[in-house]
Nanobody, 116 residues
Framework: QVQLVESGGGMVQPGGSLRLSCAASGFTVSNFATRWYRQAPGKERELVAAITSFPGSTSYSASVEGRFFISRNNAKNAVYLQMNSLKPEDTAVYYC?????????WGQGTQVTVSS
């Protein structure tokens, strides 16, 4: 019943853009802090971007600051990650997550590959 379903991943050339979507069901995403993580093979999971439940403050890792933007559409109960100026080092599986006190929900992940 509680689900986070990611979409929008794929392969792009360096300098290109992708928009990842995270559709929530079974709970109201605006009541949760929502985060995007990524994990490349052989590397630890990395926090990429986050948005608070209220007032919707955003934060980013230094590696994506100025290139990635997290947003939320409360009417659609969805969270997005706009990724611009993509670099090969952005290649990873990207995960959407929602957090509130004892609750931690995770999506299945979507592959993003940046290659020339």
């Amino acid at each position: 019943q509680v689900q986070l379903v990611e979409s929008g991943g794929g392969m792009v050339q360096p300098g290109g853009s992708l928009r990842l979507s995270c559709a929530a069901s079974g709970f109201t995403v605006s009541n949760f802090a929502t985060r995007w993580y990524r994990q490349a093979p052989g590397k630890e999971r990395e926090l990429v971007a986050a948005i608070t439940s209220f007032p919707g403050s955003t934060s980013y890792s230094a590696s994506v600051e100025g290139r990635f933007f997290i947003s939320r559409n409360n009417a659609k109960n969805a969270v997005y990650l706009q990724m611009n100026s993509l670099k090969p080092e952005d290649t990873a599986v990207y995960y959407c997550s929602a957090h509130r006190e004892e609750y931690d929900y995770w999506g299945q992940g979507t592959q993003v590959t940046v290659s020339s």
